[in-house]
Each structure stands twice: as structure tokens, then as C-alpha cells.
């Protein structure tokens, strides 16, 4: 889900609403290359790690591109 094309979807469908999901959620949504903006900053997706935890569930990590 780039941004261009989440733009595209918004502007040319009358019918779009915006959707509001928590962080965990945007962690497991996210796509490398992905635009995240938050608190008035933006930045590009550039890596996405999972990190399992000695309960065997799992640590969800982004990394921003420099």
C-alpha cells in the first residue's frame, strides 16, 4: 500500500472513508516502501523485522529508510 495508491483510492472514490487503527495494527499492516506519517513527521518503510520472544509470540520492528 503505497501512498500514491491509497491517494489514488481517496480521491477518486466518493464512497472512501478514513479508518483509524492503532499502532500494533499499522505494525502489522505496513509494507516495505509504505509512507507512514505520524505526530507531523513522515517516513519511508525500509525494513520490516519479526522477532520471535521466549513465549514464542512475536516482536513486530520498523526501520525507516536514511
Not at 495508491?5 to 481517496?10: F, H, M, S, Y
Not at 517516513?43 to 520498523?62: G, P, Y
Amino acid at each position: 500500500m503505497s501512498n500514491q495508491a491509497l491517494n489514488q483510492v481517496l480521491t477518486n472514490d466518493q464512497t472512501a472513508t478514513v479508518t483509524n487503527v492503532s499502532w500494533d495494527e499499522v505494525q502489522k499492516i505496513a509494507q516495505v516502501g509504505d509512507i507512514i506519517k505520524q505526530h507531523g513527521r513522515a517516513f519511508e518503510l525500509a525494513r520490516k523485522e519479526f522477532v520471535q520472544q521466549m513465549d514464542n509470540s512475536f516482536e513486530i520492528k520498523l526501520f525507516e529508510a536514511k
